[in-house]
């Protein structure tokens, strides 16, 4: 918004942003929604306004939505179906000690 | 007396959030974006919380039995004690960042400084309000410049809010007894030192936003001994309605 008065009509709709927030006790942040805001800096303190009101989170990203490449859904079984017969990638076979608690 | 003196202090810091508060609130459902709506709510949440906790150690202090909501239902226009600044109306939303920047950078270096204070109640509340106000003045400078130095609109909005309500901000460091018997005792922070402070905080902001204070347009202020603008009693008929019409209703 540096230059006054550039902002046409059909910009008015502010650009999507995806928000993603690290839980209190979360190591990693998941994505929890999507807000509009004219910029990052917006976006970030929208995200603390809408997603966090109620202690959620300890850390917020926000990425521009048309950053995201993402998978289209008709290739779904192209994709997923054949990791589904591979049952034997699935760490189930092995016979783990007693001392080993977190796997 | 220093029980009185701390009462009628609290009852103004109590005032002013609890009055700004309302008038925040009157956003809700007709914010400019559904985000800014939810943000606008909940800087009038925090500013609830802290008139709660005014209002009810102001009602302590006085020693007649008035708990908050006495308080804060139970006084006409003349016993509020609020700075004119925090009742004038909403307008559009340029005219309502401009009133909520120019008491945030206010709030933002009387709160760090009231936590100091030699009364432990008061220096709780202020510990607590100085991380909220902390959040509100970032956000509010961030929308006076946005508007500031944003389109042809939003800047002549942001420039007719400020030529409105630069007048009342001089209120916020007029001092009489209250303030000045408090401060000496190391209770209440002294309006004075804050005018500095203030100005550095508020000069930076307008410049990068382009907008100029109008001058000598004086200092409106009465709000602090009950002389207010019209504008609170049509403020108070609303918020006070449920509770004249049902005294005492719970729900």
Redesign the interface.
């Known amino acids: 918004?540096?230059e006054?008065?550039?902002?046409s009509g059909n910009e008015r709709d502010?650009p999507l942003f995806e928000v993603f927030i690290r839980a209190r006790t979360g190591l990693h942040h998941r994505h929890c929604g999507s807000?509009?805001?004219?910029d990052p800096?917006?976006a970030l303190?929208?995200a603390r306004?809408?997603y966090t009101?109620r202690g959620e989170g300890t850390s917020i990203w926000v990425v521009p939505s048309d950053s995201i490449h993402a998978s289209d859904p008709a290739d779904k079984d192209m994709l997923f179906e054949p990791a589904m017969s591979k049952i034997y990638r699935h760490p189930s076979f092995y016979d783990l000690p007693d001392d080993v608690e977190n796997m | 007396m220093a029980d009185a003196l701390t009462a009628a202090y609290a009852l103004r810091l109590g005032d002013d959030a609890l009055i700004l508060s309302h008038r925040l609130s009157e956003w809700v459902g007709h914010g400019p974006e559904l985000e800014e709506d939810i943000a606008l709510a909940n800087t009038a949440l925090d500013l609830l919380g802290q008139a709660r906790l005014l209002l009810a150690c102001a009602g302590a202090r006085e020693g007649r039995g008035r708990d908050e909501d006495a308080l804060a239902y139970g006084r006409d226009v003349l016993d509020f004690s609020n700075l004119l600044l925090v009742e004038q109306p909403n307008g559009d939303f340029a005219q309502t960042m401009v009133r909520q920047f120019l008491f945030d950078a206010y709030a933002v270096e009387l709160w760090p400084r009231l936590s100091a204070s030699r009364d432990e109640a008061l220096a709780g509340i202020a510990g607590k309000a100085a991380r909220e106000a902390a959040y509100h003045v970032e956000q509010s400078a961030a929308w006076v410049v946005r508007m500031g130095d944003g389109t042809e609109e939003s800047h002549a909005r942001a420039q007719a809010g400020l030529d409105l309500l630069w007048p009342y901000a001089g209120e916020i460091f007029e001092a009489d007894e209250v303030e000045t018997t408090l401060a000496e005792k190391g209770i209440a922070v002294a309006p004075s030192v804050l005018r500095e402070h203030w100005q550095a905080r508020v000069e930076p902001v307008l410049e990068e936003a382009g907008l100029v204070p109008p001058e000598g347009t004086g200092v409106r202020k009465g709000g602090r001994q009950g002389r207010h603008s019209e504008h609170l009693g049509h403020l108070l008929a609303e918020f006070q309605f449920m509770q004249r019409a049902y005294p005492g209703a719970e729900w």
């Open positions: 918004m540096s006054r008065g550039e902002r502010w807000l509009h805001a004219a800096e917006m303190a929208r306004d809408v009101r």
